[in-house]
């Protein structure tokens, strides 16, 4: 199975195009305000509008209100929601959308019983914990918590760059690679080179394994 490459906390067109091409499966825009890769309704648009075919755009929120994720959507082509708080699964499943519940993985995460709490999600993301920031911390977590067997697809994030990503792969044969620090030049700019040598590693691993 090919593993997908979903990069995260795109702010600038240009960024977003070049990591398209290079074979990102997914986008993801963040619309959380404390965060530095946070992006404008207008940003977003932009940068949706200059995609090319086939790019799935994921808009992650964290404990947001209705009223605010209701009016992304309607402004704008969303392919999935990624909900990175505390979110009931009720609550993602109020806009008729395809969605992706983050998880932050501490020793006691009971991956069994999110499965079944989220059991309609269209995947687990997993990322590491830490108490004072909800994502994109650039920090990785023991792998050993995650389970063999998952009923959901898991979407691994967390400190990966090009150097692990064949070491993630191989270690979780994930169904996706989340990446946002890791490709990064500075906080919500991506770096090219760091984009293609990631989106490389993934490919040689896949080959590699098949």
Known sequence: MRTRVKICGFTRVE????AAHQGADAIGLVFYAPSPRNVTIEQAINIINALPAFTTVV???VDESEAKIRDVLKQMPIDCLQFHGD???SACRLYGKRYIKAV???ANTDIAQLTEQYHDSAGLLLDAYHPDTKGGTG???DWALIPKQCALPII???GLDATNAKQAIQAVRPYALDVSSGVESSRGIKDALK????IQQVNESDREIT
């Open 15 to 18: 960024d977003a195009v070049y």
């Open 59 to 61: 808009a992650l929120f």
């Open 87 to 89: 979110e009931s699964a």
């Open 104 to 106: 932050r993985m501490q």
């Open 139 to 141: 920090q990785s977590f």
């Open 156 to 158: 691994l994030a967390g």
């Open 195 to 198: 984009v293609a040598a990631f």
